[in-house]
């Protein structure tokens, strides 16, 4: 398995950044960390968040595909159900040649009723319009109606479900799994039965909610307003269109509740030997081939993402080819 970043663009107020300098900074952010062997550099798509939430990943990953040489290109997730499969099919295409053939190309169905109603999209059939233009794509493809076509054939794809239903579709279609879990990954393999694929094509990768420092504790005190603006955006996002009035927004010394269920297990801030631990507890027997951080939390200091990027890249992978026995640091 490789180890890679997630970049969403996230430019808040509070920490703002002219919009180009921003751009261009996260660009040598992906060349940085290429250089250092970075086995994935990942994006996300998402519309109407204040902070400028990255829009259009597969113009953003093109741009990185060109200024970098080895790390895989990825996407988790672009909605699918918000496109049309003809146009995703060429974008996509073009981002694998482009990066000479090292496109992962994720799709998922999303949660937000504000992005299906900007596209004019139906949110209740999410996800059979999400299938349907997956298969289409794949079609496409291998049946080359469009061109030119991508130099793999085809480029991986992942379904990035989180339930029992979107691990069946993922199945279905014989797609990578972009959800490390155990009480569904029984359901991915039912879909991939269903579907007639081998259970030995399995795969399945992840966004693990950790960023790694080697001062979890000052680093915590330093990322948790960063933190908050992440959990309160997503938790108002989550309820925009629905009608439903949420809970207040979290302060940060919910953040500081050791107690809380819902902050910490969000974001986890870890030495790489304590993660390398933690990932070994949950990846035993699975057949993961990416893991894939945050490159950077809301605006994040620049020197935490730096630190959080090296260790990543540098640390944390000897670690994890050493297996178990690797073990926490000594304290």
Known sequence: MDVGLLFDLRNPDAWHRPWADHYAHTLELCEEADRRGVGGLWF???HLFEDGYLPQPLTFAAAVAARTRRARIGTSVVLPALHH?????????????????????????GYRRP??????AEFGRRFQHTERNIAE???????REVTPAPIQDPPPV??????????????RLGLGLLHIDRTVHEHYLKGLAE????????????LLPIILSNDPEAAWQRVGPHLLHQLNSYRQGALQGTGLEGPP???????????????????????PEDAAVRIGELTAGLPVRHLIFWASIAGMPDDLV??????????????????????PAPR
């Open 195 to 206: 579907g007639g694929h081998a259970p030995e094509t399995a795969r399945v990768s992840d």
């Open 306 to 327: 730096a630190e959080n990027i090296e260790l990543v890249t540098e640390r944390l992978p000897p670690l994890l080819a050493a297996g178990p026995a690797a073990g």
């Open 137 to 143: 794509i794949l079609r496409l493809w291998r049946e």
């Open 249 to 271: 927004p979290l302060t940060l010394e919910d953040l500081r509740d050791p107690d809380a269920e819902d902050t910490r297990g969000l974001l986890d801030i870890l030495t």
């Open 115 to 120: 992005e299906y109603a900007l596209f004019g």
């Open 85 to 109: 499969p003809v146009d995703l099919a060429e974008q996509a295409a073009l981002v694998d040649l482009i990066s000479g053939g090292r496109l992962e190309l994720g799709l998922g169905a």
């Open 44 to 46: 996300t798509e998402h």
């Open 158 to 171: 992942w379904g990035g479900f989180y339930g029992p239903r979107g691990a069946r579709i993922a199945g």
